[in-house]
Nanobody
Framework: EVQVVESGGGSVRPGESLKIHCTAS???????????MAWFRQSPGKEREEVAH????????REVWTEGRFSLSREEGAPNTLTLEINNTKTDDSAVYYC????????????????????WGQGIQVTVSS
């Protein structure tokens, strides 16, 4: 059974930092089959948006608006984990954050990319408020 489990989160004040963690287990074919993992978020009344992802070779890609405040990392030796750190939090960062995993795809030159995400966590609430 595939499980994608988020942890951490909670409430912080603007300007504080926060980490949320994700662990995916039971991924079919893992680790021989490469997987991408990503963080998304959704605020009330807004569409879900991707924050950042890591491909099967550990290359991290972040949305432009995350520059300078969001960082992505994995536990050493554990490519099925993903941690998102948010620094200098803002009230607009308040959202439900979702972790997702999906099989990596490869170009003709065997460069991995992440076309979609098959497995999703339940989501975890992050609230930034004074």
């Amino acid at each position: 059974e595939v499980q994608v489990v988020e942890s951490g989160g909670g409430s912080v004040r603007p300007g504080e930092s926060l980490k949320i963690h994700c662990t995916a287990s039971g991924l079919p074919g893992f680790p021989n089959l490469g997987y991408c993992m990503a963080w998304f978020r959704q605020s009330p009344g807004k569409e879900r948006e991707e924050v950042a992802h890591v491909d099967s070779e550990g290359v991290i890609s972040r949305e432009v608006w995350t520059e300078g405040r969001f960082s992505l990392s994995r536990e050493e030796g554990a490519p099925n984990t993903l941690t998102l750190e948010i620094n200098n939090t803002k009230t607009d960062d308040s959202a439900v954050y979702y972790c997702a995993a999906g099989p990596a795809a490869y170009t003709r030159r065997y460069t991995p990319y992440c076309p979609s995400y098959t497995y999703w966590g339940q989501g975890i609430q992050v609230t930034v408020s004074s």
